[in-house]
């Protein structure tokens, strides 16, 4: 399954949710597994992401010897920045997944499952 760094991206939280359900043995192996392979990705992207913030933000105003660097829209760097971070989040990668088969009972918020979409069936 092809995916974006993106679409990595914004199945983490969801997937920890899940990862907290209690579910049949089954589907949550397959949730442990799924997270494994997404971290493979994940990790590195994270890592580039936090290069780039310390690249092109400014140190943070409330505590600036803290170490701790961010960047907002509107910051001097914000385009280069941006144009980057859209590259990364661009990003196609080629992942080998079981999708995770959920019992149709199972109560969870849509806004999860949306995240999820390409990695379950119900």
Same mark, same amino acid.
């Given at each position: 399954?092809?995916?974006?760094?993106?679409?990595?991206?914004?199945?983490?939280?969801?997937?920890?949710?899940?990862?907290?359900?209690?579910?049949?043995?089954?589907?949550?192996?397959?949730?442990?597994?799924?997270?494994?392979?997404?971290?493979?990705?994940?990790?590195?992207?994270?890592?580039?992401?936090?290069?780039?913030?310390?690249?092109?933000?400014?140190?943070?105003?409330?505590?600036?010897?803290?170490?701790?660097?961010?960047?907002?829209?509107?910051?001097?760097?914000?385009?280069?920045?941006?144009? &980057?971070?859209?590259? =990364? *989040? @661009?990003? /196609?990668?080629? !992942?080998?997944?079981?999708?995770?088969?959920?019992?149709?009972?199972?109560?969870? &918020?849509?806004?999860? =499952? *949306? @995240?999820? /979409?390409?990695? !379950?069936?119900?």
């Amino acid at each position: 399954m092809k995916l974006t760094n993106m679409e990595i991206f914004n199945a983490k939280k969801p997937l920890e949710e899940l990862a907290k359900v209690k579910l049949p043995v089954p589907a949550s192996l397959a949730t442990l597994k799924l997270i494994k392979k997404l971290n493979e990705h994940l990790i590195p992207a994270e890592e580039v992401q936090n290069n780039l913030i310390k690249q092109y933000g400014t140190p943070s105003k409330d505590a600036p010897n803290s170490g701790q660097v961010s960047i907002q829209p509107g910051d001097e760097n914000w385009p280069k920045f941006a144009e &980057e971070f859209g590259e =990364l *989040m @661009a990003q /196609e990668v080629e !992942i080998v997944i079981n999708q995770i088969s959920l019992p149709a009972t199972l109560e969870i &918020e849509p806004a999860v =499952l *949306m @995240a999820l /979409e390409k990695f !379950i069936k119900v």
